[in-house]
């Protein structure tokens, strides 16, 4: 798995890829913390948490927002991102989880939102691709 | 003509600054480009062009789009664009039983106009030409339908009520309750739900023929026929839009109306029964006198009593005319031999039963209670002479015949010898409606009365307690015939008792003796006076009903309608993101009082300043507390001693949208909020003390209280994670309630919420409680700099003259009222990173600037330096009162990065221009350089040329603050 933060005039778009859907929303969260933060240290508590939503798509924003907001209420910048993404009876599920390492521990810029704004996020040949633009 | 060619889009230039995209395909308006070429070049760089292009599909977008010289890419909409969207058309539909429509299967029945229904699918080819009925709250209303959208195959439940009567709708179809608009995922049995128990007659197109022709006006005078065509009523056929309102009016007269000299048609009644009558009489473009009272003596059996009699008339041959050749008799009725209309055999039933409802309004009895000693039936009567007696015998007929016809049975007329009249023989003719519950319920509620609401109201609680009997006794068979069977069986009755949920004695008397007929229902069910003392019928003929049961019943098409409806538009979300905005605090130094100390300062501003990510608030709130900053704003910092009063002059809207509503923004948002009440964030915000270096204008400058090296504060941040957490939850409802309309659209980030909605009017509340937060974050970081000021300059803040210059969003939604092209109205004026600067005069700036116009804040880049400008005289005209928010982007953060080093850039801006750097990180000063950004100075002489913001004053960093 692997992304790339991309150019965007006034946002910052993360462009990812990874070989199953698990591994390209985990790789669009890593990419999301990069965007905050250039060197990201060791340390903290990894924590877990569930999202449904009722497509891929949006489970892949509603995954992203819950990070963002459990980044502000826990005030730890989520890094080291897995995700384990499942589908039933038309219900999208994601079980991810995070290391979160606290505000005092990092120097970190903030990132407002995620955005559906050219969002991508598509089977390839190779595995996944994704691209989310994050409002900064 | 000059036109500038970009990327498959031409723009045609229609003066000096101002380009336009001419509407084509799906925009629903053309959108405006106002910059220089030079500006031009860069908007025309990235996607701004498509984004504004993509904006103007919007439905309801007026006049045109228009992004601001600083206009660049954003996400949806472009930053630097404004949108005005009309306030008329919206989309709301909560239908026969007081829900939005959005996501009901394809029999769901939606009332429509003129007491006329229509399962929803059948909307599909017609949509376009009909009213749906909205429960407003206050009042039912008949609004036109704006969309229909099939949503393919859903997972549906059904929600049952007490009353038997079901819904079936999506998890996220909103349903009305006590406590607002709930999802049906989240209503359990026990909720009450908001039902309107009127269901109609199914809407049918009557068949095509004249009635009324200019013959039958034959030697009426040419001014009055004249008078009926300009209104459309000459020719009349049967499928005039105006036909139903004569109908009601006709059916009305039979009862208690009468002609007077002079063309007057006079109507009597109650007060409220008269108002709904003047409201048709203007529909049909007449105008209706007011309503008079007056006090009259009767005499019965020697005792004299008073009554108020209320009336009011229409003066109009015309229309007095056409209500005679209709069927309305001139002389009095009881000799008239007035009979039925000839044409209404031929009309539709929902047409006939307009005529028989408001007849039935002014000569029905109301609904009351069913005695058994007192049998009670609606029923009509009429005395007619001996002559005109057949003519009402076959008045009665026809009107027992539509009946049958719509599936309600009437008893034989019924006949009694009267001799009231001194100078005939009369005879009493009477109908009553048959008082089973099953044929009482289809009576009320699809016939019912018109006209007459307080006869509607006690019908529409009979339906309800009707139907709530109904439920019960047939709940009680079931348990007779069930126990019955079981004791035949062999099932001991000591065993039975215990098996049902019911008394003993229900239980013994099924098994035992039986019982003639059907069982009564138990003791504790309410009688019909209880019920209707219990029951509360809103203004909107709505009644809560207690939900029994929700039910999964498999997957099924949904479908969604939208309805226009009074003051509401689409509103957009994605394109009015944090509130973001700027204020300007002045001081009374100057730059020499200054200088030298920069280093101090900044560090001291630093240090009280909360910035970056995770750096705290200068409040931490309960839950309780962002509710009251929510509902407050800057009112909330004053009672808190974070403000002086003086604040509240001078914020636009005074500090407070009253419009916020705190319970409408997420719990989840409320969390992000609580720990982030005065913090700057990161990304563009940042606080900088300036040095005024330029004014333009003395006479604008001294009012709003800056002369050159003057020191100022500029604060830039916006509603920080709880306005974007606002954002994205109402993001994500209007994609799953409105999924039609966003498809649509061409970007997904432009999901609208159909005005008038439920979630539009959330959203609205939320955004204007979101408003509220970022007044209130600005207004702490305000304090806290007024303290910073206090101590490194040994100074009472007071003695400093730290008062606010202004505070003014460029990222927000506003009711507001402009001038559309062809008309003024009122619309949602959306600015997403554009400022409001209205000139001198408009009512909604602050008193202290209304001679001069509204002050205008535009932050510049570090090394560029910011301006003050005053709302110009072209700007109401030329954007709806909008100038530009900034410098605006030319370089993306990542190849920013890529180009600067944090610690160079800031070494530079100190070295060479004396500005003051400190920043949480050394990325953020990078991605902010000032090479990222326009050129401000060419943004700000566009729009002084343009005359929408004028120059007043330059002003240059000192000292900045960043995330």
């Not at chain 2, 966003?742 to 919420?753: N, Q, S, T, V, Y």
């Not at chain 2, 505070?807 to 990173?833: F, S, T």
């Amino acid at each position: 798995m692997s992304y790339v933060l991309r150019d965007h005039t006034a946002d910052v778009a993360v462009e990812a890829a990874g070989a199953t859907i698990d591994e390209v929303f985990a790789a669009v969260a890593d990419g999301m913390a990069a965007a905050m933060c250039e060197s990201v240290p060791g340390g903290g508590e990894r924590f877990a948490f569930s999202v449904t939503a009722e497509g891929r798509e949006p489970l892949l924003f509603d995954y992203l927002d819950e990070l963002i907001y459990e980044r502000d209420v826990r005030r730890v910048l989520p890094v080291d991102n897995r995700a384990s993404v499942s589908e039933a009876d038309g219900v999208w599920r994601v079980e991810a989880s995070a290391r979160g390492v606290g505000f005092d521990d990092v120097s970190a810029r903030d990132l407002k939102a995620v955005t559906y704004s050219e969002m991508d996020l598509s089977e390839t040949d190779d595995g996944w691709y994704a691209y989310v633009v994050f409002d900064v | 003509m000059t036109t500038y060619e970009a990327d498959g889009i031409t723009l045609e230039q229609v003066r000096e600054f101002v380009w336009e995209i001419p509407r084509e395909g799906g925009m629903n308006a053309p959108a405006r480009v106002l910059a220089s070429e030079a500006l031009l070049d860069e908007i025309s760089d990235d996607k701004t062009l498509q984004q504004l292009r993509n904006a103007t599909h919007l439905p309801g977008v007026r006049k045109y789009a228009v992004c601001m010289p600083d206009g660049h890419q954003g996400y949806g909409f472009p930053v630097g664009g404004v949108a005005a969207i009309d306030a008329e058309h919206g989309c709301i539909s909560p239908g026969a039983i007081g829900y939005d429509i959005n996501c009901l299967t394809a029999d769901t029945d939606v009332l429509l106009s003129h007491g006329r229904s229509l399962p929803i699918a059948e909307l599909r080819d017609r949509f376009e030409s009909e009213e749906a009925v909205v429960p407003t709250g206050d009042d039912l209303v008949e609004s036109g339908i704006r969309l229909f959208t099939e949503s393919g195959t859903k997972p549906v439940y059904e929600v049952e009520t007490e009353t038997g009567r079901t819904l079936q709708a999506t998890a996220d179809h909103p349903v009305r309750t006590d406590d607002g608009m709930v999802d049906v995922r989240d209503l359990e049995a026990g909720d009450t739900v908001a039902v309107h128990p009127f269901e109609g007659i199914e809407h049918e197109q009557p068949e095509e023929f004249t009635i009324l022709s200019p013959e039958d006006f034959k030697g009426e005078s040419r001014q009055l026929v004249r008078a009926l065509e300009e209104r459309d009523l000459l020719p009349l056929t049967s499928t005039d839009r105006k036909l139903p309102y004569l109908l009601k009016m006709v059916g009305y007269l039979l009862g208690d109306g009468a002609f007077a000299g002079n063309g007057q048609t006079w109507f009597y009644g109650d007060p409220e029964e008269l108002e709904a009558i003047r409201d048709d009489v203007r529909a049909l473009g007449f105008k209706p006198s007011r309503i008079y009272e007056r006090e009259r003596n009767h005499e019965t059996d020697g005792n004299t009593f008073e009554t108020t009699e209320y009336s009011f008339t229409v003066t109009a041959r015309s229309l007095r005319k056409a209500f005679v050749e209709l069927g309305v008799p001139e002389q009095p009725k009881v000799e008239s031999g007035f009979t039925t209309p000839e044409y209404l055999g031929r009309l539709a039933d929902w047409q006939k039963a307009l005529f028989y409802a408001a007849y039935f309004g002014t000569e029905m009895n109301a609904p009351a209670a069913q005695h058994d000693k007192n049998r009670y039936r609606p029923k009509v009567s009429q005395t007619r002479t001996e002559s005109t007696a057949d003519a009402g015998r076959q008045f009665l007929e026809d009107l027992r015949e539509f009946l049958g016809d719509v599936g309600i049975e009437a008893n034989a007329i019924e006949e009694f010898e009267t001799d009231s009249n001194r100078d005939h023989r009369t005879v009493r003719l009477r109908v009553g409606i048959k008082n089973d519950s099953v044929n009482l319920v289809r009576f009320f509620s699809r016939v019912g009365y018109r006209y007459n609401p307080e006869k509607q109201r006690k019908a529409l609680k009979s339906v309800q307690y009707l139907r709530a009997k109904e439920r019960e006794i047939s709940r009680r068979e079931r348990i007779a015939s069930e126990a019955q069977a079981l004791a035949d069986g062999g099932t001991a009755v000591s065993e039975l008792r215990d098996g049902f949920d019911i008394n003993d004695r229900f239980v013994e008397r099924s098994v035992w003796s039986g019982r003639s007929g059907r069982p009564q229902p138990g003791s504790d069910f309410p009688d019909y006076d209880e019920f209707c003392s219990e029951t509360e019928v809103k203004e909107d003929g709505t009644i809560q009903s207690e939900v029994v049961s929700i039910e999964a019943v498999g997957e099924k098409p949904v479908y969604d309608i939208g309805v226009t409806h009074d003051a509401h538009a689409f509103l957009a979300d994605g394109f009015v993101v944090s509130n973001c905005g700027v204020r300007m605090v002045k001081t009374n130094l100057t730059y020499d009082d200054v200088r030298g100390r920069e280093a101090e300062l900044v560090d001291a501003l630093f240090a009280n300043v909360p910035t970056g990510l995770g750096g705290g608030g200068v409040f931490e709130g309960t839950k309780g507390d962002i509710e009251d900053i929510l509902e407050g704003g800057v009112e909330w910092a004053l009672e808190e001693g974070y403000a002086v009063p003086g604040d509240l002059d001078h914020c636009e809207d005074e500090g407070r949208r009253p419009d916020a509503d705190p319970s409408a923004v997420s719990q989840k948002a409320k969390d992000r909020g609580k720990n982030q009440v005065g913090s700057l964030g990161s990304g563009n915000h940042f606080l900088e003390v300036q040095r005024v270096t330029d004014v333009y204008r003395d006479d604008v400058a001294s009012e709003f209280g800056l002369e050159r090296d003057q020191i100022v504060v500029l604060i830039h941040c916006g509603s920080r994670g709880l306005g974007h957490q606002v954002c994205t939850d109402y993001l994500r409802e209007i994609e799953q309630a409105h999924a039609g309309l966003l498809d649509r659209l061409p970007d997904k980030e432009l999901a609208a919420a159909p005005a008038g909605s439920q979630l539009a009017e959330a959203y609205y509340g939320a955004m204007c409680a979101a408003i509220n937060f970022a007044w209130v974050n600005r207004q702490l970081i305000t304090h806290q700099t007024r303290r910073v000021f206090g101590k490194v300059f040994d100074e009472d803040p007071e003695a400093l003259g730290m008062d606010l210059l202004y505070d003014v969003a460029h990222n927000i939604g506003k009711k507001e009222v402009h001038d559309l092209g062809d008309e003024r109205g009122e619309v949602y004026l959306h600015r997403k990173g554009a400022t409001r600067a209205f000139p001198a005069g408009r009512e909604e700036v602050p008193p202290a600037y209304r001679g001069v116009g509204q002050p205008v804040l535009i932050p510049g880049s570090m090394g560029a330096g910011s301006y003050v400008l005053r709302g110009g005289e072209n700007s109401l005209a030329e954007t709806f009162g909008s100038t530009a928010h900034g410098a605006g982007r030319l370089m993306s953060r990542t190849q920013a990065k890529q180009e600067f080093w944090g610690e160079d850039v800031m070494d530079d801006l100190r070295d060479h221009n004396q500005v003051y750097v400190k920043a949480q990180s050394g990325a953020t000063v990078a991605e902010e350089a000032p090479g990222v950004y326009k050129d401000v100075d060419e943004v700000v002489r566009v729009s002084d040329a343009l005359g929408i913001g004028d120059r007043v004053a330059r002003t240059y960093p000192v000292c900045n603050i960043k995330g």
